[in-house]
């Protein structure tokens, strides 16, 4: 919010343009990177204006980034989307509702941290579809390709620790139940958050991802 409105054109969504940046600064920087306060290139400007008082309350009710125009180093007028690392809840409303404190949940409300738990889910789900036959607690296949993906993600700047051992830790497979295969893993990511813990188990042939906030 809001709209975009500029010479040739009354308004305008900004969806587009936002998204772009997205994929933009996914590609070079990785998913979890946020494009608050970053130029955004183009004619139109925020109709209507927002004041920060406005802005503020936005981004608590209904949980929006704002687009706002910001006088750059160069004395210039600049286009950005306010700090949306403050933006709306990452996980489902019954996370929070559900809890006993809710405040433990502060952390998933960045929109750097909602990004990164959809594309972890993601990429888990994309493993879990190449590993649908393997189902064998034994089977070495599985916690290899969980090192390989977390140990990239951590050479990519996406998990913090100076060696990987303090970026993540993967347990050992447990059968829970017969036809049942859960690896526990615990991560540290780079944003404001202290830990995140994932359980990736197989049921029944179906692999999944269930988080929790540490």
Same mark, same amino acid.
């Not at 989307?81 to 998933?108: H, W």
């Given at each position: ?5 500029? &010479? ?29 306060? %970053? ?8 109709? &209507? ?66 990004? +990164? ?6 990429? %888990? ?7 649908? +036959? ?5 089977? &070495?296949?599985?916690?290899?390709? %969980?090192?390989? +993906? ?13 060696? &990987? ?25 780079? +944003?404001?958050?202290?830990? %995140? ?18």
């Amino acid at each position: 919010f809001p709209y975009l409105r500029g &010479p040739g054109f009354a308004l305008r969504s900004p969806v587009g343009l936002i998204a772009g940046k997205q994929a933009a600064v996914t590609r070079a920087k990785g998913p979890w990177h946020s494009i608050g306060a %970053l130029p955004l290139l183009s004619e139109g400007l925020p109709y &209507p204006r927002q004041s920060i008082a406005q802005m503020l309350s936005l981004r608590q009710e209904p949980g929006v980034g704002v687009l706002q125009v910001r006088t750059g180093f160069s004395g210039r007028s600049q286009l950005s989307l306010d700090d949306e690392r403050l933006v709306m809840p990452a996980l489902p409303p019954s996370d929070y509702t559900e809890a006993e404190n809710i405040d433990r949940f502060d952390g998933f409300r960045a929109a750097e941290i909602m990004r +990164f738990l959809g594309f972890l889910r993601r990429q %888990l789900q994309a493993m879990g579809e190449q590993l649908v +036959f393997t189902i064998d607690v034994n089977d &070495p296949r599985p916690r290899l390709l %969980l090192e390989q +993906f977390f140990r990239r993600l951590y050479n990519q700047g996406a998990l913090r620790g100076k060696v &990987p051992e303090e970026a993540y830790q993967i347990d050992q497979p447990r059968q829970t139940q017969e036809g049942a295969i859960q690896f526990d893993i615990q991560v540290a990511p780079a +944003f404001p958050i202290d830990r %995140l813990f994932l359980t990736f188990i197989n049921t029944n042939g179906e692999w999944q991802m269930e988080v929790k906030g540490g």
